[in-house]
């Protein structure tokens, strides 16, 4: 089964810390993404990449950067976190040629910003 | 202003009967269509795919169907067993938006016994 594994189901932060959400994947997928989800507004597309050390920027991708050194694992940093990214973080893996096919999802990061 | 839209926040259906579920879409562009299924504190699973070059595609119990002059897919789940007991999220794409995916707010629905 493929899985993708999101580091914390819940995490909690202060307005300024700097955040780091962790997501691997063990089936070898070239494309990643990162999703933010929130009531009423469906999945919207932070960032994604394509190949190591590859990124590009999605729908909304102002306060968050990504990294992605090994193809097996993306990151997404928060520089400094704000109130209104309280949010589910999701991520998600697919093999080249069908990002828009068949996404396989991590179970997701609530984070709150208090 | 979203472009895919699923107006119905959520549904209620009795066990064994027909789930249909909307979707409503304003860009032209969009050539492919998804939906993806998601329990509570599990990630989205992919369903059912569409085409623009289709109007009907089935797997199992579940059929999407594509109505490009209105702008409308719908799925249907027949019949509906409490296992579907899920959000539905309705998403698109257009060839040339790098394969990014607009998704619509979902639409919760549940299986009465």
């Known amino acids: 089964d493929v899985k993708v594994t999101q580091s914390s189901r819940y995490l909690v932060k202060r307005t300024g810390e700097k955040v780091f959400l962790e997501c691997v994947q063990d089936m070898d997928h070239e494309n990643m993404f990162w999703y933010r989800q929130d009531p009423g507004l469906g999945l919207r597309l932070i960032y994604f990449?394509?190949?190591?050390?590859?990124?590009e920027k999605g729908d909304i991708p102002e306060g968050y950067s990504v990294s992605r050194e090994k193809k097996e694992r993306f990151s997404l940093i928060l520089e400094s976190a704000s109130t209104n990214q309280t949010s589910m973080y999701l991520c998600a893996s697919s093999f080249a040629g069908q990002g828009r096919e068949k996404l396989f999802f991590g179970s997701g990061t609530q984070l709150s910003v208090l | 202003d979203q472009q895919v839209k699923q107006n119905s926040p959520s549904l209620s259906v009795q066990e064994g009967r027909i789930s249909i579920l909307n979707c409503d879409y304003t860009n032209s562009m969009f050539d492919y269509f998804l939906w993806y299924k998601k329990y509570p504190a599990e990630g989205p699973t992919f369903l059912i795919s569409?085409?623009?070059i289709k109007d009907k595609n089935e797997d199992g119990r579940f059929t999407v169907f594509l109505n490009k002059s209105a702008k409308h897919l719908s799925l249907h789940i027949v019949p509906s067993q409490p296992g579907d007991s899920a959000v539905y999220f309705c998403a698109a794409s257009a060839r040339d938006s790098n394969y990014q995916l607009i998704w619509g707010a979902g639409t919760k629905l549940i299986i009465k016994p």
């Open positions: 569409i085409s623009s």
């Open positions: 990449s394509y190949d190591v050390k590859m990124k």
